[in-house]
């Protein structure tokens, strides 16, 4: 076993990044340094909003940038943090029905209801570009309408529900055959 040395691992994602998003490898380096740098900068935000923060997230494509989400209307606010001798690019914007503290509540409340309501539900959880719950189901498990679901799903749990459906074929996932990774 060959494990690459921190340098080495940040080289390799910058590659995946640059293809992924369109920019050259140095601005792809550039963006996953500032990123990590950025921790506790970030962590200091998630404090400072505690009581209405819906979701913190990057956003790479027009710019980049790092976006916080607040519950309740707010103007959205542009600050730029230092960070290792760079600029952090921040948008703060209101706008979501609900806190991610309210959404993983609401989670942890009615996951079991949630699953009932949903045959096939491959996974919930927290949205933080929008906010809202985000739920997961296997779109050969369908009987309703998408907005049928997830307005009922909305009242239930009191909070916003997005539902997607997954094309994809989860045969090899089971308990009951497993899956192997070498």
Same mark, same amino acid.
């Given at each position: 076993?060959? !494990? ?27 963006? !996953? ?12 935000? $998630?404090?400072?909003?505690? +009581? ?9 494509? /027009? ?6 989400? !607040? ?10 943090? /230092? ?5 952090? /690019? ?9 806190? $991610? ?6 989670? +942890? ?6 699953? $009932?309501?949903? /045959? ?6 927290? +949205? ?9 189901? $296997? ?13 009922? !799903? ?9 539902? =997607? =459906? ?17």
């Amino acid at each position: 076993l060959v !494990l690459d040395t921190p340098a080495q691992a940040l080289a390799r994602d910058a590659l995946s990044y640059s293809t992924a998003f369109g920019v050259d490898e140095a601005e792809a380096m550039r963006r !996953l340094t500032l990123q990590q740098a950025s921790i506790p900068q970030v962590e200091k935000l $998630r404090l400072r909003f505690a +009581d209405r923060l819906a979701g913190l997230a990057i956003e790479h494509l /027009p710019t980049y940038r790092l976006v916080v989400l !607040l519950k309740g209307e707010t103007a959205p606010v542009a600050l730029s943090l /230092p960070v290792g001798g760079e600029r952090l /690019p921040v948008t703060i914007v209101g706008g979501a029905a609900a806190t $991610r503290a309210e959404v993983l509540r609401a989670i +942890d409340t009615h996951r079991t209801a949630i699953a $009932r309501a949903i /045959p096939g539900t491959r996974g919930i959880g927290h +949205d933080p570009r929008t906010g809202r719950m985000l739920i997961f189901q $296997r779109a050969t498990a369908a009987t309703r309408p998408v907005p049928e679901v997830e307005a009922e !799903l909305s009242a239930l749990t009191g909070v916003p529900v997005t539902l =997607r =459906r997954l094309a994809a074929t989860f045969e090899n996932a089971s308990a009951a055959g497993g899956s192997r990774v070498e």
